[in-house]
Nanobody, 122 residues
Framework: QVQLVESGGGLVQFGGSLRLSCAAS????????MGWYRQAPGKQRELVAL???????NYADSVKGRFTISRDNAKNTVSLQMNSLKPEDTAVYYC????????????????WGQGTQVTVSS
């Protein structure tokens, strides 16, 4: 089995910073892209940032210049450094990884973390 565990959410004031981390564990053969999504109340889940195994990154326009995604391939972790936070960044943030499990190395599956709440007060 594969598991993603997130940490680092919380309450922060407008303009503050938070760092989210996510660790993948279990029967993993390889990990392709890893990313962060968020879902605010009453809204659909949206992509925040994505990073490939080679380090190519992609960001939502709303977070460009403020958020930075990074990963440690040796540790199967992905992090999201969030600076200059705004109230509109308030949401539940979910870690996502596209993983080939051991024993099914020719297939890829999307795995999700349990979500971590980020609240930015004005």
């Amino acid at each position: 089995q594969v598991q993603l565990v997130e940490s680092g959410g919380g309450l922060v004031q407008f303009g503050g910073s938070l760092r989210l981390s996510c660790a993948a564990s279990g029967s993993i053969f390889s990990i392709n892209a890893m990313g962060w999504y968020r879902q605010a109340p009453g809204k659909q889940r949206e992509l925040v940032a994505l990073i490939t195994s080679g380090g190519t990154t992609n960001y939502a326009d709303s977070v460009k210049g403020r958020f930075t995604i990074s990963r440690d391939n040796a540790k199967n972790t992905v992090s999201l450094q969030m600076n200059s936070l705004k109230p509109e960044d308030t949401a539940v943030y979910y870690c996502n990884a596209r993983i080939s499990p051991t024993g099914r190395r020719w297939s890829e599956y999307d795995y999700w973390g349990q979500g971590t709440q980020v609240t930015v007060s004005s």
